[in-house]
């Protein structure tokens, strides 16, 4: 009696115990990086009460020990632990992260029908069993999602360094990015593997060289500080302009601070650690780990065990049997899923998770959302790209807000600001306390400082080594420099290999020459030059003695002789006209053209006379002719006025800067003029090329009679007019360009210098820079500079000469009229026996009556008043009276046409009619 009642309280025990048990659902972990999750109470604390979670990895278990690469072994152990373990429902299985043993484990298990749960990357495959579900983002939609956001950046060209095989699955939708083109002459889009051994300096150092300035980077968190650190010892974080893009999903934990960059670094995460749904589960799951050192893998395996704690309440609220079941490796046939929660799974939709809402499509995780940070300001997304939407990215910055950040980054970066000496771009300071930027002073200076404080930068002057264009180019390509100021040349050929900003300043290749001095183009006495000056003295010499012949044959001509009493047809006497005088007067109004009032009647005089006027004729044609074209031929010769005239002649050399923009301009232009002067420039010998303007304008000034002329921009040479008076421009412009400032390819900060210069330019600001350093900032007076208008006229300094002549013709008829006049004086003065002051008193005053057109033959020192007493002289010989004035007018110039008996005679009748009229008077 006393053995039942025991047997059967045992037996109420065992019941009462079996009915109280909790069903035992175990999950099986591979991975010695699955250490023991400390929040395992908590996910029982949120299954069904009858059921409880074991997570099977214990110190005395070996399946965390798995090899990576032994199959064999992998599911030796794994079949033992499975045919061994009678201590609840084996209910999933976390795949390890190696792809190898995974491969193995995921077939037993869909063999086994158990559910297999993956929380990495796993590469596309086209099938999957129906048992695996995979929690990392599907590949296909990450790798769609990545082109996307890349896309966004809009960079035109860029560099993958991946670590593994898989990152090249992860790109495909990337490199479908770069279309065929087969007029392409680079690959817009340079991959390379990172180097196994961790050292990547000569690929960083080789994307350096190549001006790659968009950078993406796919490998493991755990290595990217490294590649940032050797990126730092090949100076590849220097550059502002220079971003870096991260794909793993774990970059943003990362503390890039150290790095003490201003370089754009965005990454990837699928899970915002600031957003307070993420907080509320971190805060319980997760209360030892800040918000943002929580991984994915963490957060995906939490989140893993969440949905299958969600799928067993589920069965357990249908009354599901999670109760031990025998499964073995070597079964004849296939397990089925007896409880359902594969199906389960298939068919969740479950939000409240750390990485957002969890669904399943032939086992893969459809729904996740991508979120593009900028590590130095994490807490909101730039852009944003849903599954559910994958062709769209959702920017959530303006461009206003993209400005102002870019500005941030810049603000906080030290420009460094390249240039080359050269007025008035750039001097050095001669004062022996200056350092770093003012040491230089000039437009560059000036202009770069004006943009700084426009928009509040910093920077810092450097000279390029060798002081070229060629080694500024360098200086820009290589990233050593941020931005390139002097006269810098916006050409086609700089362009496909730098950056330049909106142009500062507008100008064209022009013409410096030199202004041709007074002595050697001017010349007041040129009309004289058509004629040598031999051929001037014999047509003066041929005057005179033609003169004196016609004179000679004159006298002996019988029809020269005339009656000088025409109304005296008796009169015993003939005069001849014909003096020395009368025939030079003759000559020269031949010669001149202008004719005379006397001319020859004889025969042999006339034959003479025509003999001049043909010798004047020729004379005095082939002087006009040969004096117009004289004049031009000086003008042609001497004075250059534009591009076609200076490559027509041959005797101005023509040159210009050796390896310059201008040197491209005439290399390549498809003007036949241009090549021609450019096919004659590299022939010259010696060379026209100099190795700088400098060296251009001194050799335009030292070359003697202005014989080379030097193509030159026209800033360049209104800046040397200013300061060199003997300097010239011919014509206008050959070509148009515009200065800029360069910097390095994509650079993030162009648009911020092309604001800064739009407001310079619109403000007047830049034309205040130009003219302070072009005319106000110079040594010695400014050049004064008389813009005559070009004409083909003759100018004063070309028949100055005539007037000249005509000045001294002038000149000289008033010293003889003067000597004249005096002769004359003393002459009356003898002869009326008065004294030389009181004759010439006399006429002097009667010379200033200009309204007297008569007068007295003798002078009347001192008059008596009329009375009325007084006998006028009505019996006076007015023809005597005439003849006594002409008489006494003559001067020693005139050749008289009487005998000198014949004057005596005349005289001394005028003096006896002198004598009665003053006796009448005096009664």
């Not at 086209?126 to 995979?134: G, K, L, Q, T, W």
């Amino acid at each position: 009696m006393g053995l039942r009642i025991a047997v059967l309280m045992c037996c109420l025990v065992t019941f009462s115990h079996m009915s109280s048990a909790k069903d035992r659902v175990r999950i099986a972990f591979f991975d010695e990086n699955q250490e023991n999750i400390a929040y395992l109470d908590l996910l029982n604390e949120d299954l069904d009460e009858r059921v409880e979670l074991i997570l099977d990895n214990s110190e005395t278990s070996d399946l965390h020990k798995l090899s990576n690469s032994d199959i064999l072994d992998a599911k030796r152990k794994f079949c033992s632990f499975i045919e061994d373990t009678n201590d609840g429902h084996l209910g999933a299985v976390m795949a390890p992260k190696s792809q190898t043993v995974s491969s193995i484990l995921e077939s037993i298990s869909a063999y086994l029908n158990i559910p297999y749960l993956i929380t990495s990357w796993r590469p596309r495959r086209d099938f999957s069993p129906e048992n695996v579900f995979n929690l990392y983002p599907d590949t296909d939609l990450f790798s769609r999602g990545l082109a996307r956001l890349i896309e966004s950046f809009d960079w035109k060209e860029f560099a993958i360094l991946y670590e593994d095989d898989d990152g090249l699955l992860r790109f495909q939708d990337t490199l479908k990015i770069q279309k065929y083109d087969k007029d392409i002459s680079k690959n817009k889009i340079l991959i390379q593997k990172l180097d196994s051994s961790g050292n990547n300096r000569p690929i960083l150092k080789r994307l350096k060289q190549l001006s790659v300035n968009r950078i993406i980077i796919d490998c493991h968190a755990d290595k990217i500080m490294d590649i940032f650190q050797q990126a730092l010892d090949v100076d590849l974080l220097a550059d502002v302009s220079r971003s870096f893009f991260l794909t793993s999903l774990d970059a943003h934990m990362l503390n890039l601070d150290e790095l003490k960059s201003n370089v754009n670094i965005t990454t990837l995460r699928l899970f915002n650690p600031h957003e307070e749904s993420f907080r509320n589960i971190a805060n319980k799951y997760f209360p030892n780990i800040p918000y943002n050192k929580i991984t994915v893998e963490k957060a995906l395996m939490l989140d893993a065990l969440l949905v299958l704690t969600y799928c067993i309440n589920e069965l357990k609220a249908q009354n599901t049997d999670f109760g031990f079941r025998e499964v073995n490796c070597g079964a004849n046939e296939k397990y089925t899923d007896d409880i359902g929660l594969i199906s389960m799974m298939q068919q969740i939709e479950r939000s409240g998770t750390l990485t957002g809402p969890i669904s399943f499509q032939n086992g893969k995780r459809d729904k996740f959302v991508l979120e593009v940070i900028e590590t130095l300001n994490p807490l909101s997304p730039i852009g944003i790209w849903r599954s559910e939407n994958p062709d769209k990215v959702m920017l959530t910055r303006n461009a206003t807000q993209r400005e102002e950040e870019t500005m941030r980054r810049l603000r906080a970066h030290n420009f460094i600001v390249t240039s080359k000496l050269g007025a008035p771009y750039l001097y050095l300071s001669d004062k022996p306390d200056a350092y770093k930027n003012s040491r230089f002073y000039g437009f560059s200076m000036d202009l770069i400082t004006e943009i700084a404080k426009e928009k509040n930068l910093t920077f810092e002057f450097k000279i390029t080594e060798g002081g070229s264009y060629d080694s500024l180019m360098k200086d820009l390509e290589e990233r050593r420099a941020d931005l390139g100021i002097c006269d810098f040349t916006i050409t086609p050929q700089r362009r496909a290999t730098v950056d330049f900003s909106m142009p500062f300043m507008n100008l064209g290749i022009s013409i410096l020459h030199k202004q041709t001095t007074q002595v050697e183009v001017d010349n007041m006495y040129a009309f004289m030059r058509p004629i040598s000056w031999k051929v001037w003295f014999y047509m003066t010499f041929l005057s005179f003695a033609s003169s004196l012949t016609m004179f000679i044959v004159a006298r002996m001509a019988q029809r020269e002789w005339e009656n000088p009493k025409p109304w005296d047809p008796e009169s015993k006497e003939l005069e001849n006209i014909w003096t020395v005088k009368n025939f030079l007067w003759l000559s020269l109004g031949s010669i001149t053209a202008q004719g005379c009032d006397i001319l020859p009647k004889a025969v042999p005089t006339r034959v003479i006379a025509a003999s001049w006027w043909f010798f004047s004729l020729i004379i005095m044609s082939s002087y006009t002719a040969n004096l117009a074209a004289f004049l031009t031929m000086q003008k042609r010769d001497f004075t250059i006025d534009s591009v076609e005239e200076l490559a027509a002649q041959s005797r101005v050399k023509y040159g210009l800067l050796e390896n310059g923009s201008t040197q491209t301009f005439f290399q390549t232009s498809n003007n036949p003029l241009y090549q021609k002067m450019w096919s004659t420039m590299k022939n010259e010998k010696p060379s026209v090329f100099v190795s700088g303007n400098l060296s251009g304008v001194d050799r335009v000034l030292s070359t003697k009679n202005a014989l080379y002329a030097y193509f030159m921009e026209s800033t360049g040479i209104e800046f040397e007019m200013e300061r060199k008076c003997d300097l010239r421009r011919i014509g206008g412009l050959l070509d148009s360009k515009s200065y800029g400032i360069g910097m390095p390819l994509n650079a993030d900060y162009r648009h911020t210098i092309n604001s800064a210069i739009l407001v310079l330019q619109e403000s007047g600001k830049l034309m205040t820079l130009k003219e302070k350093w072009w005319k106000t900032e110079r040594d010695g007076e400014p050049c004064n500079r008389v813009v005559e208008e070009e004409t083909d006229a003759l100018a004063l300094s070309n028949v100055g000469g005539i007037f000249i002549v005509l000045l001294v013709g002038i000149g000289l008829a008033y010293v003889i009229a003067l000597f004249e006049f005096l002769w004359n004086v003393r002459q009356l003065s003898i002869e009326e026996q008065l004294s030389y002051m009181q004759t010439l008193k006399c006429e002097i005053k009667f010379a200033f009556r200009i309204f007297e057109k008569k007068k007295r033959v003798k002078p009347v020192p001192s008059e008596p008043s009329a009375s009325t007493n007084s006998v006028p002289v009505h019996n006076f010989d007015q023809m005597s009276v005439t003849r006594s004035v002409f008489s006494k007018s003559a001067t020693l110039l005139n050749f008289s046409t009487e005998p000198d008996n014949v004057l005596r005679h005349r005289r001394r009748r005028f003096s006896r009619i002198s004598r009665t009229s003053s006796h009448l008077r005096s009664q």
